[in-house]
């Protein structure tokens, strides 16, 4: 992976390194540092390689790149320092989630893109000192898959009670003066604190659009009190070298866990009854209807990052572990970009179709590997050959030529079309406690 400028890494983590060592330290001069070029071209870099389709003014990273991308940033940057810029409105975007609902995303163009970028990477130095070990989203060195060996850790040590919680559109409800106090405690420059603004009320009048570089990091934030919150109960309930409480989040999922031992009894109760107490004054609230408390050991299972994670017995040599499964949902929505792929296809060759097919396939696979997830993987398959089959089936009666389905084997799939073939299981591996030093330039796994 590319790296960042070394100026630009070093200067992170000198900014991280203050912060780490006197907590109450307030950062000025900070802007400086957002509007120098070799910022805003990482910022580029991360925007581009991110991907993602053009903002409002339809603008491309190619049309960029045609007209020169030196002058775009010198542009933006100009824009900065003499005090003229504005984001332009969001490109709303409805994504449908599994249960007939939309999930809104709001597009920056790429312009606003870097610019939030810019200021992602400068603070987020700040802020990555203040972070709880606790939280896990959208942070340098942590990734889904260090969060979900921490929960299996938790459960099979005796934290059997599992609180599984769902913020109630977390990122629509986050209040805009609360977040700018809690940014404030850390920031005393006055411009880049009218970047933050600038950038999150371009949104609306509440609430952070999820699509944007800025959005995590300041979800983050909002939320870092009450991680650090559970974590003092975690220190002051250990007992022996086991913890009676844990908590873990992820951006907006959040998974709560407790002792299974009776005299721990109604603990969970309590823990969720904090955790209203502590986001009560957010403006945040929990989905009743899909926040539960579950007891693994009654082989209930519970969700978290596409998981459904269940506490089962060992068939070989006693004993139990936690098996992670995908989620329906989650089978469910490869396969409709499949089908998606397939639907826009027009005239595109095969081949050509089963690249951008193994595009998607490789990442859902890659994501999913970690789990128990032999038989979700043997069913997407199943389903990603008897779609493209079909296709290839029907491209040919089209021209006339009747061709059965046997004609078009596994062969000709994988040897010839080139069709996605790497759907080997890896195991999830085991992740100790401690803190997590900065590093400039590196993006969540």
Known sequence: MTKAPSSLQELRRRIYRKAKSETTHRFWGLFVHITKIETLEEAYRIAKGNGGAPGID?????????????AFLAAVREELITGRYKPMPNRRVEIPKGNGKVRMLQIPCIRDRVVQG????????????????????????????????????????????VIDVDLSRYFDTIRHSVLLDKIAKRIQDPQVMHLVKQVIQAGGKIGVPQGGPFSPLAGNIYLNEVDWFFDTIRRKTAEGGYEAVNYHRFADDVVITVSGHHTKRGWAERALQRLREQIAPLGVELNQEKTRVVNTL????????????????????????????????????????????IARGGATP?????????????????????????????????????KVRTLLTRRK??????????????????????????????????????????AGGQQDS
């Open 58 to 70: 339809g603008q491309s990273f190619q049309d960029i790149e045609s007209a020169g991308q030196a």
């Open 118 to 161: 810019a200021l992602k990477l400068i603070l987020e130095a700040v802020f990555e000192a203040d972070f709880c070990p606790n939280s896990y989203g959208f942070r340098p060195r942590r990734s889904p898959h260090r969060a979900l060996a921490e929960v299996r850790r938790s459960v099979m040590r005796r934290m059997s009670t």
């Open 298 to 341: 009654n082989g209930e299972a519970f969700g978290f990052l596409g998981f459904d994670l269940r506490r089962v017995r060992r068939q070989d040599r006693g004993g139990h572990f936690i098996l992670m499964t995908p989620k329906k949902k989650a089978r469910k929505a490869v396969k409709a970009r499949v089908r998606e792929i």
């Open 350 to 386: 095969a081949q050509a179709l089963v690249k951008r097919i193994n595009a998607t396939l490789a990442g859902w696979v890659n994501y999913f590997r970690v789990g128990n997830s032999s038989r979700a993987f043997s069913e997407v398959r199943d389903y990603v050959e008897m």
């Open 397 to 438: 009666r089209r021209r006339k030529r009747s061709v059965g389905w046997r004609r078009w084997s596994n062969e000709y799939l994988y040897d010839v079309l080139g069709l996605y073939w790497d759907w080997k299981i890896q195991p999830l591996p085991g992740v100790g406690r401690g803190d997590v030093k900065m």
